[in-house]
């Protein structure tokens, strides 16, 4: 495809449950961010890796929450014990190096 | 205080006017982004600018640096322009980390 993909789209999950939220971003991209959007608000950085590097993981609000890019291209975010609080947006973005971000659909995560 | 500031929170407009959203920061930045979100929550990255002015057809997008401001107008606008408009910038020059503000709804009616 031509540009950034995610998956699922919307998932409904009970409080407790793991989540897995993927991200296919465009061929090449180097840089790869993750971003969490509560409803009324503006997105809010999570993590960025450089290829297969996580090389910033200050955004992350919690140990349940773990990212991962094994071989430089698709990207998992993991949610572990999922909380109320969790209900998101979960925005994926690539990048050539320094460039503009490409943004995915994004994936509507429903905690009940 | 936020570092990303956008005005107004909400616009409504008729189709044909001439819509303009304002965006400040307080951090130095490289470069801004805009980005317009469509309810079902995708971004599409309309601009990013240095410098000047960008024009991509009934959009353009105009930046201050040293004042730091940013505009996104739209001219002649359209029902299929409403959504919501975010401004970003990267958190400090050597990141491509961006901050957002938390955008500007705008509805244009017919």
């Known amino acids: 495809g031509a540009g950034v993909s995610q998956s699922p789209r919307y998932k409904v999950a009970k409080r407790g449950q793991d989540v897995a939220l993927r991200c296919d971003p465009i061929?090449?991209?180097?840089?790869l961010f993750w971003y969490q959007q509560a409803l009324g608000q503006g997105p809010e950085f999570l993590t960025y890796?450089?290829?297969?590097?996580?090389?910033?993981k200050s955004g992350l609000p919690s140990d349940r929450f773990f990212a991962e890019r094994p071989e430089g291209s698709v990207s998992t975010l993991k949610i572990q014990r999922t909380q109320q609080e969790d209900s998101a947006v979960y925005l994926c973005?690539?990048?050539?190096?320094?460039?503009?971000?490409?943004f995915g659909p994004g994936t509507r995560l429903t905690v009940t | 205080k936020n570092e990303v500031e956008q005005s107004p929170q909400n616009l409504t407009a008729q189709e044909g006017e001439f819509i303009t959203i304002n965006c400040s920061y307080s951090?130095?930045?490289?470069?801004l982004h805009w980005l317009q979100q469509h309810p079902g929550g995708g971004i599409v990255s309309l601009f990013m600018?240095?410098?000047g002015k960008k024009k991509h057809g009934r959009l353009i997008a105009t930046i201050n640096i040293q004042e730091k401001h940013s505009s996104l107008h739209i001219t002649a606008s359209h029902p299929r322009d409403s959504a919501v408009y975010i401004c970003?910038?990267?958190?400090?020059?050597?990141?491509?980390?961006?901050?957002f503000g938390t955008g500007t709804r705008l509805q244009v009616f017919p």
């Open positions: 951090v130095g930045i490289s470069a």
């Open positions: 061929s090449g991209h180097v840089s």
């Open positions: 890796f450089q290829n297969e590097a996580q090389l910033d």
């Open positions: 970003a910038v990267p958190l400090s020059y050597n990141t491509d980390k961006l901050i």
């Open positions: 600018l240095s410098s």
């Open positions: 973005a690539s990048s050539p190096y320094r460039d503009s971000g490409y």
